[in-house]
């Protein structure tokens, strides 16, 4: 059996999917609420469901688990009450940590992109451990995943961990079905899509960074069953243990992407440049590229999923689907 925090949600729901297609019994950790995050399990309903402030006292009975796929998160980036930011990302993935290295049981968690912070070169995406300290997050959702992240170093390096067996991914920009409850926070693909649908020209922020072009903004998107190839790989490979990236290791312009989204729906390129929002100033990344060199050294060696191969899967087989959830 595998637990999955937050599988009710994005990426959780697509591992989840994954997972049950290998006939693996999953318990999924989380809150359904009024958005409906139902739908996102109900092509493969999952053993049971937890509320997270139930899981403590489930775990206490000790039930037989093989691993723990960490995925439940604040995860907005304007997000802006840090005890509770605290609490959700930082304290609760401590408790998980300490049982699962208590319990022998294989630990993967999510990182994020976000604690890069201002990096705008490729080289500073480098997700080597001895580099860690120097991060500077631009917001209170990088921060904390920096904070875990730090922590789980350190506590291994220091010997409270021995044995262990564990993996954080940092994941870049992650697209695909399954997302349309998360608000502000969906992906931009998803976005832009609803504009070429409505007939709209596709709104880009201009650039807030002297001398980049607007729309030249760049990030690495990655298709969500990328991300979940890469967590089954680390499934099956329990002695690979480390910090990595997660993301195709090519930068992409927000042009580029909008020219994939009306491409797939085939309506006509049309991109109409607008200010970007007071509060995302100075907390924007107008650059994310993974360097995927240890992830590779690691032992995964399969091909990413290019930016137009991805969006025209995920306009076709699912938001100009009649079912568009996976």
Not at 127 to 154: C, E, I, M, T
Not at 199 to 206: A, N, S, T
């Amino acid at each position: 059996m595998i637990v999955i925090t937050g599988g009710a949600g994005f990426i959780g729901s697509c591992v989840q999917q994954a997972l049950q297609a290998r006939g693996i019994d999953t318990v999924v950790v989380d809150w359904l609420g009024n958005e409906g995050k139902w739908r996102n399990l109900r092509h493969h309903t999952p053993t049971r469901i937890i509320a997270p402030e139930a899981l403590d006292a489930w775990l206490e009975t000790r039930p037989d688990i093989s691993a723990v796929i960490h995925l439940g998160a604040i995860s907005e980036t304007t997000a802006t009450d840090g005890d509770l930011v605290w609490r959700t990302n930082v304290d609760l993935s401590e408790r998980l940590l300490s049982w699962c290295a208590h319990e022998g049981v294989r630990f993967i968690y999510a990182s994020s992109a976000a604690t890069y912070g201002a990096a705008d070169r490729p080289e500073q995406f480098n997700d080597d451990p001895a580099l860690l300290d120097h991060l500077k997050p631009l917001n209170l959702y990088g921060w904390s995943k920096q904070a875990f992240d730090r922590s789980v170093l350190r506590r291994v390096a220091g010997g409270a961990m021995s044995g262990l067996s564990w993996a954080g991914l940092k994941f870049f920009n992650v697209y695909g079905p399954n997302e349309y409850h998360k608000g502000r926070m969906i992906s931009v693909v998803k976005v832009k899509y609803d504009e070429a649908r409505a007939g709209q020209p596709l709104r880009l922020f201009r650039s807030d960074v002297p001398g980049l072009a607007d729309g030249a903004q760049a990030r690495d998107f990655i298709w969500v069953g990328d991300v979940v190839d890469v967590m089954l790989w680390l499934l099956d490979h329990g002695a690979v243990c480390g910090l990595f990236n997660c993301g195709t290791g090519v930068a992409r312009t927000y042009t580029d992407l909008a020219h994939a989204v009306c491409d797939a729906a085939n309506v006509p390129r049309r991109i109409e440049f607008i200010d970007m929002p007071e509060a995302l100033r100075g907390q924007y990344q107008s650059f994310t590229c993974a360097d995927m060199r240890r992830l590779r050294a690691a032992g995964y060696t399969r091909p990413f999923t290019t930016l137009e191969d991805g969006v025209h899967r995920y306009v076709h087989d699912y938001l100009a689907a009649p079912d568009s959830y996976l």
